[in-house]
Every structure is written in structure tokens, then in C-alpha cells.
């Protein structure tokens, strides 16, 4: 029995050698080693074949934190090797709310940050014109 995490494979030269030329050549995918290339794909075929616990689908969106002056959001769809998304400042003024990421007043973070009832609480209650963005629920 293996002692540890980790737990090694044999696998034979000449496939070894073809993964590891297009790992080299192609460094845009972000494996940096055949083991991170194997692990890959052997999750890949895992989960096709399901014998992996599939792990629940989180939301594209999910508000980060919360506060008077704006929220940060994390989206997942500018996800990447490295980041499993980007954190999105969005900004409230009385007659608008800003998206520093979309440099816009008018996106689907703003329309997102704007609907999360703790910020519509604030809005609400501070009377404030943005307010009328503000989907109806």
C-alpha cells in the first residue's frame, strides 16, 4: 500500500513523448509537466465515465462582498489556468452604478450587483434614482 498522496503510473515512452511535445508546444494550455497533463486528462475521462463525485455547478456570478459604496463580484467566466474567475468591482452612485470592469452603467455585473437584495435594501432605503434599475421581483 502507498504511503502519501501521491501514487505513481508506467506509461509507455512513445505516448510519453508525444504528450510532451505538444506540452512544449503548445504552452498557452498551461501544463507546465506530463503529470499535470495526465492528471488532466484522467479527470477528463473520469468524470465522462462517472466514477467521479461530479461537484455541484456553482453560478457564474457570486457577490464577494458588500458595502454602501459598491459591491465586488466574482466572475467565473473570465476563469483561467490560474484563477477560477475575476473579482469585479462595481460602484454605486445615487443616479447610477459603475462597472470598472466593463468601464459601463449598463452590463450584466451592474444588472447582477443591482439585484442582490442586501444592495437593493441599501438603495432602497437611501432613496436613491438607481433604484428604478432595479428589477421588480
Known amino acids: 500500500?502507498?504511503?502519501?498522496?501521491?501514487?505513481g503510473i508506467t506509461l509507455q515512452r512513445e505516448l510519453v513523448n508525444v504528450i510532451e511535445r505538444y506540452?512544449?508546444?503548445?504552452?498557452?494550455?498551461?501544463y507546465k509537466s506530463l503529470a499535470d497533463f495526465a492528471?488532466?486528462?484522467?479527470?477528463?475521462?473520469?468524470?465522462?465515465?462517472?466514477?467521479?463525485?461530479?461537484?455541484?455547478?456553482?453560478?457564474?456570478?457570486?457577490?464577494?462582498?458588500?458595502?454602501?459604496?459598491?459591491?465586488?463580484?466574482l466572475?467565473?467566466?473570465?476563469?483561467?489556468?490560474?484563477?477560477?474567475?475575476r473579482i469585479i468591482d462595481v460602484y454605486f452612485r445615487p443616479d447610477n452604478a459603475w462597472c470598472e470592469h466593463c468601464q459601463s452603467t449598463d452590463c450584466r455585473h451592474v444588472e447582477f450587483a443591482l439585484n442582490i437584495p442586501k444592495v437593493r435594501k441599501i438603495i432602497i432605503k437611501k432613496g436613491w434614482?438607481?433604484?428604478?434599475?432595479?428589477?421588480?421581483?
Not at 506540452?23 to 498551461?30: C, F, L
Open 129 to 137: 434614482e438607481i433604484s428604478k434599475k432595479i428589477k421588480e421581483t
Open 1 to 7: 500500500m502507498p504511503i502519501g498522496k501521491y501514487r
Open 39 to 73: 492528471t488532466d486528462a484522467i479527470r477528463e475521462k473520469c468524470e465522462q465515465l462517472k466514477i467521479l463525485t461530479p461537484m455541484p455547478e456553482q453560478p457564474v456570478l457570486e457577490h464577494f462582498n458588500i458595502s454602501e459604496h459598491g459591491v465586488r463580484i
Open 75 to 85: 466572475d467565473r467566466t473570465l476563469a483561467n489556468r490560474t484563477s477560477r474567475g
Open 23 to 30: 506540452i512544449n508546444s503548445h504552452p498557452e494550455m498551461g
